[in-house]
């Protein structure tokens, strides 16, 4: 079977595509959330190295950092696009996906400060992970801040789709400055992925509820884009015959 | 192509010795930056040596991006700008060489101006040759990512500010780097040639990408 | 040479300025853009530059397309907008050498002086054009086009801040530039006498299209 894609990237096809898509995603992005949060509190193990309960709250925050990092890639692929088809559609999804990851960096960022309270005793600490996390939001709000400044939609799409791609090139040179302040010391960065450190059991509860926050990402900037197109094609014909415009 | 070069180079250095102010005001914010922070902080020697490659370049950072507001700005205003565009030569170079302009203007004083620094710091001499030479490394960086920036928020209501926004965290390589060379190199038997390294290949890396993003910027914002 | 344009579509923001739009350009025409504000005779003149992308429709030189032929392009053309894209802190001498060099051509400084003497800057070459008024300002824009080299001219209210004596000394520059197989787009309300060349009229926003040759 062979699928026409480019007919989906017309807003008014994709308008409704969307439309049908949603309602599933919030079902995945619920059931996969409890699912994930249920094995995170109760199958696993109450104390974890020197931290008791308290350090459950990774559940949420890895799986919105993961987010946040996914999510700029996202949005950095659909700015590309954007760019280079000169699609609407393509605009409109980079946008949208900056929101949701913008609130995923500040969800991370904030259960990071709560899980360093309890288990440093310090709200915030200067640590590489944190700070990069910091930078990305404020990546994220600089995109945001250029879009919502430029009147003119058409420039304010691609100034903003530019400026993400440049923050695609730097963001890795901040996170390679951030993790190595002094290079004399940092001949070996690999270090361990603290990946391998995790115990499957907890790995499932994050991957699981990290799927689940995927799936919350899919509805709501589905979501989101529509309200856009609406917004963008509220002169256009087939806008002004929808029924929930008519009600 | 080279000749489009030498005439923007020219041309805009010619404008910037007509009007000396604005290379002098720039030059004045970075003294006063420098200067106010002993106020706030304290005066003690230890400290004040301590905190100057951070300052040093923080004032620098400022300092930059403060002067990039006009480096598109007062070209876009009165049409010239779109008579670049509408030239048979390629934009990046024009491009590049307005930055380069941009860059003996504002970067290079504040290299020529950091032994001061040192003085005000109490900073040894040899710290201080390594302060020029970072700077000579790194302000390049920060005109050219500047640019892209600049040319981005071009003509927008408070677009100085949103400048600042949007340059400043992708100046913090350049700034862990150039600010930890001058740390390096006041402690005993540390290597600076990795700092400088890699503020080498933030220079090359830059030199190549940002006059094509920023030409590439300023269609857009042109339009 | 021919400047020809196919189904052209702009639009500004979500407002269709016009569509539909088609018309052809020769050598030894003249074409008047008509419209009221805000029908978009600036945004076509900018579309015809290349710097303002259309929405459908091409743009052909010589049959091919302008983003493609890109700087080859710019290289026959000269646009004069709103601006008069001069520096207020160079003379007036200075201003015409930079912007003949950046078009792609060097005549030499005599040629640029004779250039301002004929546009009636004689005296006032090397004052800053800071110090000139604003009618002087706008002859030293329209000095470019004594010593030009391209092909196509197209300017946008050229006539604007000019004295009666400005006035018709620029309708006879294009004329002449016309007359000598150049091409010209102004949007203008003046008249220019012609003596070998056509006029072609182009009419934006209600009841557009090209008007019949007069």
């Not at chain 2, 950091?114 to 390049?140: C, E, F, K, N």
């Not at chain 3, 201003?95 to 640029?112: E, Q, S």
């Not at chain 3, 706008?138 to 092909?151: C, E, N, P, T, Y």
Request: include cysteine; glycine fraction near 8%; charged fraction near 15%.
């Amino acid at each position: 079977m062979k699928i026409n894609w480019f007919k989906y990237a017309a807003p008014m096809n994709f308008y409704s595509l969307a439309g049908k898509l949603i309602p599933f995603f919030w079902i995945a992005a619920i059931a996969f959330t409890l699912l994930g949060l249920y094995w995170g509190f109760f199958k696993t193990a109450d104390v974890l190295n020197d931290q008791k309960q308290y350090y459950r709250i990774i559940y949420v925050h890895v799986a919105s950092a993961w987010m946040a990092m996914w999510l700029y890639a996202v949005m950095v692929f659909w700015a590309a696009l954007g760019l280079i088809f000169n699609t609407r559609l393509s605009y409109m999804m980079a946008s949208a996906t900056a929101i949701t990851g913008a609130n995923m960096t500040l969800i991370a960022l904030i259960t990071g400060a709560i899980w360093g309270k309890t288990s440093w005793g310090t709200w915030w600490d200067w640590d590489p992970k944190l700070t990069t996390f910091l930078i990305l939001l404020f990546i994220y709000m600089g995109y945001l801040a250029l879009q919502s400044a430029i009147d003119d939609t058409r420039r304010s799409d691609k100034a903003s789709a530019l400026l993400a791609l440049v923050g695609l090139a730097i963001v890795p040179v901040i996170y390679f400055a951030v993790n190595c302040p002094d290079p004399n010391e940092c001949a070996s960065l690999h270090q361990e992925s603290s990946l391998k450190r995790v115990e499957a059991n907890i790995l499932i509860g994050m991957l699981v509820t990290t799927l689940g926050f995927w799936m919350y990402s899919f509805a709501v900037i589905l979501m989101r884009v529509r309200n856009i197109i609406l917004d963008r094609e509220r002169k256009t014909s087939w806008v002004s015959k929808l029924k929930e415009i008519n009600q | 192509m080279l000749s489009a070069f030498w005439i923007v180079l020219k041309r805009d250095l010619l404008l910037a010795l007509r009007r000396r102010n604005e290379v002098f005001t720039v030059l004045f914010f970075f003294i006063v930056v420098i200067s106010l922070f002993p106020l706030g902080v304290g005066v003690e020697e230890k400290i004040l040596t301590k905190i100057a490659p951070g300052i040093v370049w923080i004032a620098a950072l400022l300092a930059s991006t403060l002067a990039l507001d006009r480096l598109f700005s007062s070209d876009f205003e009165d049409g010239t700008l779109e008579q670049l565009l509408l030239t048979p030569h390629s934009l990046s170079v024009m491009v590049f060489a307005k930055i380069v302009a941009h860059w003996l203007l504002t970067g290079l004083p504040l290299v020529l101006i950091a032994p001061l620094v040192g003085l005000l710091y109490q900073i040894p001499v040899d710290s201080i040759a390594v302060m020029m030479l970072v700077l000579l490394l790194g302000t390049p960086v920060l005109s050219m990512i500047g640019a892209i920036g600049a040319a981005l928020t071009l003509g927008l209501r408070g677009g100085g500010v949103l400048l600042s926004f949007l340059v400043l965290p992708l100046y913090i390589p350049v700034l862990v780097y150039g600010a930890g060379a001058i740390s390096a190199s006041m402690a005993q038997g540390v290597s600076i040639q990795p700092y400088l390294l890699l503020l080498s290949a933030f220079m090359i890396l830059s030199l190549i990408f940002a006059p094509w993003a920023t030409a590439a910027a300023l269609k857009i914002s042109i339009e | 040479m021919t400047l020809q344009v196919n189904n052209l579509q702009c639009i500004r923001g979500d407002r269709e300025l016009f569509s539909g739009l088609s018309f052809a350009l020769q050598q030894k025409q003249l074409l008047m853009l008509e419209g009221a504000n805000g029908s978009g005779k600036t945004t076509l003149l900018r579309t015809l530059c290349g710097l303002y992308l259309q929405e459908q429709g091409d743009i052909l030189w010589d049959g091919v397309s302008i983003r493609k032929l890109d700087d080859q392009y710019r290289q026959e053309l000269l646009y004069l907008g709103h601006y008069n894209a001069i520096k207020m802190d160079l003379t007036a001498l200075e201003n015409l050498r930079i912007n003949t060099l950046l078009g792609g051509y060097n005549p030499g400084d005599n040629a640029l002086m004779q250039a301002l003497d004929a546009i009636g800057l004689f005296g006032f070459e090397d004052y800053p054009t800071r110090q000139l008024s604003q009618g002087q300002k706008r002859r030293v824009a329209l000095a470019r086009l004594l010593v030009s080299k391209q092909k196509l001219w197209i300017l946008d209210e050229p006539f604007v801040a000019l004295d009666v004596a400005a006035v018709e000394l620029l309708q006879n520059i294009i004329a002449a530039h016309v007359d000598a197989g150049g091409m010209a787009i102004l949007t203008t309300h003046q008249e220019v006498p012609l003596t070998t060349g056509a006029v072609k009229r182009l009419r934006l926003g209600e009841k557009q299209g090209v008007l019949a040759d007069a």
